[in-house]
């Protein structure tokens, strides 16, 4: 039997996050939450687990443009970020504008398309925030957030470094260490099949019992085995093969 289709790799271990995120979404209330871990820690496929998780029990899950995640950069200002939000929200609805990148989009009208639905969730991945946008995006759109008749989950995730400036509004902060022992075997053993050639059963094991004391390099064979193993079908995505 071959390996014909492509699955995406899904998340493996992280179980106590994923269990707190249910509580979180099961209790709509507004809330402010960061996600913090070192580069590779897995915050992005966390939050991509939030955003599957959250669309089944309802949630209207706001992202950027064409299905991206919304990210802070230091180009990221008031306008770009608010245009950005609104066109999220309005992709669902009927409205014909979602389309239109370059009009000015203010605070409010971020609100009331939040208001529109029964409970939004907000996933920026990413906060590379310029001194400008900071003060705004802490004291006036998380301030208007509390305003919202919505429950708003805004989950924001980075290293904790640019998160820093966040910290004392948060509700809580959800920091990703790295995976233990069992979790990265698993995860080698997910994505055995998808490498040339192969990895061996022994191979897993050297990489286990040698990359365990070494988060930051397991972080890394994170980052670099699905690229390895990315099929030329499915460019876009990490994938696994899934047996026909
Ligand atoms: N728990 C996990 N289960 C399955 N795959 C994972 C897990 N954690 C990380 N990965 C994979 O490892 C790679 C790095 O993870 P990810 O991009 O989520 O890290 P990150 O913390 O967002 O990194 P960065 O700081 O660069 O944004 C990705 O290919 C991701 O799918
Ligand atoms: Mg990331």
């Given at each position: 039997?071959?390996?014909?289709?492509?699955?995406?790799?899904?998340?493996?271990?992280?179980?106590?996050?994923?269990?707190?995120?249910?509580?979180?979404?099961?209790?709509?209330?507004?809330?402010?939450?960061?996600v913090s871990g070192a580069v590779g820690m897995g915050k992005s496929k966390l939050l991509r687990e939030c955003d599957s998780r959250a669309g089944r029990c309802g949630w209207m899950v706001a992202k950027g443009y064409e299905d991206e995640v919304l990210r802070v950069t230091h180009e990221t200002n008031q306008v770009t970020f608010c245009r950005q939000l609104w066109c999220s929200l309005a992709a669902t609805s009927t409205s014909t504008a979602v389309k239109t990148?370059?009009?000015?989009?203010?605070?409010?009208?971020?609100?009331?398309?939040?208001?529109?639905?029964?409970?939004?969730?907000?996933?920026?991945?990413?906060?590379?925030?310029?001194?400008?946008?900071?003060?705004?995006?802490?004291?006036?759109?998380?301030?208007?957030?509390?305003?919202?008749?919505?429950?708003?989950?805004?989950?924001?995730?980075?290293?904790?470094?640019?998160?820093?400036a966040l910290e004392t509004l948060a509700d809580e902060q959800i920091n990703l260490g790295p995976l233990d022992r069992a979790e990265v075997r698993e995860y080698f053993l997910?994505?055995?099949?998808?490498?040339a050639p192969p990895l061996k059963e022994t191979e897993i094991e050297t990489y286990v019992e040698q990359g365990s004391p070494h988060p930051d390099l397991l972080a890394g064979l994170l980052r670099l085995l699905p690229l390895a193993a990315r099929s030329e079908s499915v460019p876009a995505q990490e994938c696994m093969r899934v047996k026909s």
């Amino acid at each position: 039997m071959g390996y014909t289709l492509f699955a995406p790799i899904p998340l493996l271990g992280r179980r106590a996050e994923v269990s707190h995120i249910d509580t979180l979404l099961t209790q709509p209330e507004s809330r402010f939450v960061l996600v913090s871990g070192a580069v590779g820690m897995g915050k992005s496929k966390l939050l991509r687990e939030c955003d599957s998780r959250a669309g089944r029990c309802g949630w209207m899950v706001a992202k950027g443009y064409e299905d991206e995640v919304l990210r802070v950069t230091h180009e990221t200002n008031q306008v770009t970020f608010c245009r950005q939000l609104w066109c999220s929200l309005a992709a669902t609805s009927t409205s014909t504008a979602v389309k239109t990148p370059n009009i000015s989009i203010q605070v409010d009208q971020v609100l009331d398309r939040i208001n529109a639905f029964v409970k939004v969730l907000v996933l920026i991945d990413g906060f590379h925030v310029s001194p400008e946008f900071s003060p705004w995006f802490k004291d006036v759109f998380l301030a208007a957030l509390k305003h919202c008749r919505a429950p708003v989950l805004t989950m924001v995730a980075d290293i904790s470094a640019e998160l820093t400036a966040l910290e004392t509004l948060a509700d809580e902060q959800i920091n990703l260490g790295p995976l233990d022992r069992a979790e990265v075997r698993e995860y080698f053993l997910a994505i055995k099949e998808l490498v040339a050639p192969p990895l061996k059963e022994t191979e897993i094991e050297t990489y286990v019992e040698q990359g365990s004391p070494h988060p930051d390099l397991l972080a890394g064979l994170l980052r670099l085995l699905p690229l390895a193993a990315r099929s030329e079908s499915v460019p876009a995505q990490e994938c696994m093969r899934v047996k026909s």
